[in-house]
C-alpha cells in the first residue's frame, strides 16, 4: 500500500485548493506540475486519481477541469 507524503498531500490539497476557488479552471499536465512542485509523473498520478474520484475530468484536448455536479461529460 502507497503512503503519501506530506509533500504529495500538500500537492493534493494545492492542486483540490485551485479548482474549488476557480471552478472554470483548465490545467495541464504540465502546468499542474510547476504548480505543485512535483515531478510530472506524480503529478499525473494524482490528476488521475481525483479523475478517478470524479472531482476532475479530461477534456478531449487534455486539460484537467473540475467536474460539475450535473457533469454528464465522459
Given at each position: 500500500?502507497?503512503?503519501?507524503?506530506?509533500?504529495?498531500?500538500?500537492?493534493?490539497?494545492?492542486?483540490?485548493?485551485?479548482?474549488?476557488?476557480?471552478?472554470?479552471?483548465?490545467?495541464?499536465?504540465?502546468?499542474?506540475?510547476?504548480?505543485?512542485?512535483?515531478?510530472?509523473?506524480?503529478?499525473?498520478?494524482?490528476?488521475?486519481?481525483?479523475?478517478?474520484?470524479?472531482?476532475?475530468?479530461?477534456?478531449?484536448?487534455g486539460l484537467f477541469t473540475r467536474r460539475s455536479f450535473d457533469s454528464?461529460?465522459?
Open positions: 500500500m502507497y503512503e503519501a507524503t506530506p509533500r504529495v498531500i500538500d500537492a493534493v490539497q494545492r492542486l483540490k485548493g485551485v479548482f474549488l476557488e476557480a471552478p472554470s479552471t483548465q490545467m495541464s499536465l504540465i502546468d499542474a506540475s510547476r504548480l505543485s512542485g512535483l515531478e510530472r509523473n506524480t503529478t499525473r498520478l494524482i490528476l488521475e486519481a481525483l479523475e478517478d474520484a470524479r472531482f476532475l475530468r479530461r477534456a478531449s484536448n454528464h461529460a465522459t
